[in-house]
Nanobody, 127 residues
Framework: QVQLVESGGGLVQPGGSLRLSCAAS????????IGWFRQTPGKEREGVSCLSVTDGVTFYADSVKGRFTISRENDKNTVFLQMNSLSTEDTGVYYC????????????????????WGKGTQVTVSS
């Protein structure tokens, strides 16, 4: 059974950093793409970043380029999202998701293509 479990969220002051982890089980991170999304009340889930595991290509939303970094640790089947220079605009529930069947790099930011989702971790940026 495929499972994705996020961790690392919390409360941080503006300008601070957090590192989110997405631990995957039930499949091997060899042939998938893993994405990070965030959501705030009343808004649609927003694609933040994605890692195409097959070729290592990464994708970022314009709002996080230069501040967030997505990476993987193969031995532990874990994908990370390092978030620096956080602002209040980054507040939300962060989800990781895996796409297996419908991968299309042009659609990396679209939640509809992802097949499996974690339950999310809350990130709050506040002074």
């Amino acid at each position: 059974q495929v499972q994705l479990v996020e961790s690392g969220g919390g409360l941080v002051q503006p300008g601070g950093s957090l590192r989110l982890s997405c631990a995957a089980s039930g499949f091997t991170l060899g042939y998938y793409a893993i994405g990070w999304f965030r959501q705030t009340p009343g808004k649609e889930r927003e694609g933040v970043s994605c890692l195409s595991v097959t070729d290592g290509v990464t994708f970022y939303a314009d709002s996080v380029k230069g501040r967030f970094t997505i990476s993987r640790e193969n031995d532990k089947n874990t994908v990370f999202l390092q978030m620096n220079s956080l602002s209040t605009e980054d507040t939300g529930v962060y989800y990781c998701a895996a796409v297996i069947y419908n991968w299309n790099s042009y659609s990396w930011y679209q939640a509809r293509i992802y097949d499996y989702w974690g339950k999310g971790t809350q990130v709050t940026v506040s002074s």
